[in-house]
C-alpha cells in the first residue's frame, strides 16, 4: 500500500512559479510510475505530467516547456516544476502511483493523494 500526500499548491499570479511536491509511504516506492494529475472545477480529471519506473517522462501539450516532473527515489517523492504560470493551470493537483509504467488514465493508478490546489490569479 501507497500513501501520497501533495504540498506547494497556494495562489499565485500569472507568470510565476510553483514547486509541488508529493511524498510517498511505503516500500518499492522505485517501481511505481508516479503522475500529476489536475482537475479544474466543472472539468475532468486530466493527466499532466507523468514519469516512469525508468525515468521515461510524458507531458500534456498545453504544459510542455512549463512544467517538468522529477522524482527521488532515496526521498520518496515526486516533484512537478512549474514555471511561467497561466490561469487556466487553475485547478486541484492531484499525484498518483500506478506500478512501472505510465499511465494516461484515471483509471489506471491504484494510488492517490487527497489534492493540494494551485490557484492562478491574471
Known amino acids: 500500500q501507497v500513501q501520497l500526500v501533495e504540498s506547494g499548491g497556494g495562489l499565485v499570479q500569472a507568470g510565476d512559479s510553483l514547486r509541488l511536491s508529493c511524498a510517498a509511504s511505503g516500500r518499492s516506492f522505485g517501481g511505481y510510475a508516479m503522475g500529476w494529475f489536475r482537475q479544474a472545477p466543472g472539468k475532468q480529471r486530466e493527466l499532466v505530467a507523468a514519469?516512469?519506473?525508468?525515468?521515461?517522462?510524458y507531458y500534456v501539450d498545453s504544459v510542455k516547456d512549463r512544467f517538468t516532473i522529477s522524482r527521488d527515489n532515496v526521498k520518496n517523492s515526486v516533484f512537478l516544476q512549474m514555471n511561467r504560470l497561466k490561469p487556466e493551470d487553475t485547478a486541484v493537483f492531484y499525484c498518483?502511483?500506478?506500478?512501472?509504467?505510465?499511465?494516461?488514465?484515471?483509471?489506471?493508478?491504484?494510488?492517490w493523494g487527497q489534492g493540494t490546489q494551485v490557484t492562478v490569479s491574471s
Open positions: 498518483a502511483a500506478r506500478a512501472f509504467l505510465i499511465g494516461y488514465r484515471v483509471g489506471d493508478y491504484v494510488h
Open positions: 514519469i516512469a519506473s525508468s525515468g521515461n517522462t
